[in-house]
């Protein structure tokens, strides 16, 4: 038998001479594109996307890179401003554009997806994975959004492919996923846990000596790589923050009980990103302290907007991210979402026994539910769970692969049963309620502050 280096070589040549997988990655992508070229006149940017969109063309003209009231990291800001200055001398639109490369990058995903799917329970399988992902509304949705996700998964999604048999390649290649692990810190900080994780798993099946060998060149690149950000910050805001400070504020407003734009014209009014970070703490804090039993309650909520059915549509219609979105083009959206991830969620429980047993999935398994615990103590949004997506398609690929071979055993109808459990759950708040319900006449009924923050 060929070691796991050399399965995944082969798994990396099949997937270019494979033409279904082919087939699927020109439809993944004619889809997006599609729907990004129909949704592009209707968007407008809110929230994020206009910071990210002004900021970026600010670090373009000027050379400077401000990140507005939150200090957030800076690999987006500095990826737009490149496209920015590449775009701009021939008129091109910058988040068309943007757009139209994230329909690229979203759909180069399921490379890696179909990758390590095949290599688990063959051909069949990875192809069924890579089609979950390639057709995963809210992925989709997200190629049209100016925001780091798409390119975050991707980035993430090369290192869980790589990490697989990182003991076996030269010191080069681990220095390169360290590269890369380190982008995606710089991306999403909050990725720092998955390498937490890597690590302790490297002691437990390698050893001392082989662990540190991979930390020095892998933690050391990833280290390298983060450090100007780092050494900005800390020149400039001192050991209160590292690479990001917008947690203190989503333990502040997903905790403390007034009126969330209140909250936010606080945060606003505080002088500088120091005494914000700071003072968010601990009013979030304060606030659970106060209040155990609803910081208790707020948090099964949250850990529950992870994972339950997928509320992105309720999210854009909250913040009218979508021009001249009607009560009917919201229903079918809503509905599609509920199917797709209520179809998604059954198949990767039915796959979930079989995916712990390769390392690196249990691994993944374990990131899922360490980072739902840390995050469910604060506002929980459906972004969150977008790294997730390379373990729910390869679980649900392996998931349906044993029940087209007829091979799922009662143990799998355990995991179901718990997926069954959170998909009711979710039917059962206020939110699901409403829109299932179509108990509202506009959109704009739908813009309440605590559902945007999930609050309830």
């Not at 809110?46 to 400077?64: I, P, T």
């Not at 947690?247 to 014209?265: A, H, K, M, T, V």
């Amino acid at each position: 038998m060929g070691s796991p280096g050399e399965a995944t070589r082969d798994s990396l040549r099949s997937a270019w001479a494979d033409p279904a997988l082919l087939g699927l990655l020109g439809t993944g992508l004619l889809l997006r594109t599609l729907i990004a070229w129909a949704v592009d006149p209707h968007l407008i940017p809110r929230g994020d996307e206009g910071v990210y969109l002004e900021k970026a063309a600010e670090l373009a003209r000027r050379g400077v890179l401000d990140t507005g009231t939150f200090v957030r990291p800076p690999l987006y800001f500095v990826v737009l401003a490149v496209l920015d200055n590449l775009t701009a001398p021939l008129g091109w639109p910058l988040a068309s554009v943007v757009r139209g490369l994230q329909c690229i990058v979203g759909t180069f995903v399921a490379v890696p997806v179909y990758r390590t799917a095949t290599r688990l329970v063959g051909r069949r399988g990875g192809l069924i994975a890579a089609a979950f992902l390639l057709f995963d509304p809210t992925l989709i949705a997200y190629c049209h959004l100016i925001w780091p996700e798409t390119l975050f998964l991707l980035i993430a999604a090369l290192v869980f492919d790589a990490v697989a048999d990182i003991e076996q390649r030269s010191n080069l290649r681990i220095a390169c996923v360290g590269a890369l692990t380190g982008l995606a810190l710089l991306l999403k900080p909050a990725f720092g846990i998955f390498c937490v994780l890597l690590a302790a798993q490297w002691l437990w099946r390698l050893g001392g000596r082989e662990t540190l060998r991979l930390v020095l060149v892998f933690g050391g690149v990833a280290a390298v790589m983060i450090a100007p950000w780092v050494v900005r910050n800390q020149l400039r805001y001192g050991p209160a923050i590292i690479l990001e400070n917008q947690g203190p504020y989503n333990l502040w407003i997903g905790n403390d009980p007034q009126e969330p734009r209140g909250i936010l014209r606080e945060w606003n009014a505080m002088p500088d990103p120091v005494t914000r970070a700071r003072a968010a703490t601990t009013r979030g804090l304060l606030a659970i302290e106060d209040d155990p039993a609803r910081f208790a309650h707020l948090s099964a909520v949250r850990a529950l907007n992870l994972w339950g059915l997928e509320f992105f549509v309720l999210r854009h219609a909250v913040i009218g991210g979508y021009h001249g979105i009607e009560k009917t083009g919201l229903l079918r959206l809503f509905w599609s979402l509920q199917l797709y991830g209520a179809l998604l969620l059954f198949a990767a429980a039915a796959g979930l026994r079989r995916s712990w047993r390769d390392p690196t999935l249990r691994l993944l398994v374990v990131h899922a539910v360490v980072f739902t615990i840390v995050v469910s103590a604060m506002v929980t949004t459906t972004r969150f769970r977008v790294p997730f997506a390379f373990l729910l398609s390869i679980s649900a690929g392996i998931g349906s692969d044993a029940l087209l071979s007829r091979r799922l055993e009662r143990r799998d109808l355990v995991a179901v049963a718990c997926a069954l459990s959170v998909l009711c759950l979710s039917a059962t708040r206020p939110v699901f309620q409403t829109i299932a319900s179509g108990s509202f006449e506009r959109v704009n009924e739908l813009r309440r502050g605590d559902w945007r923050f999930f609050r309830y």
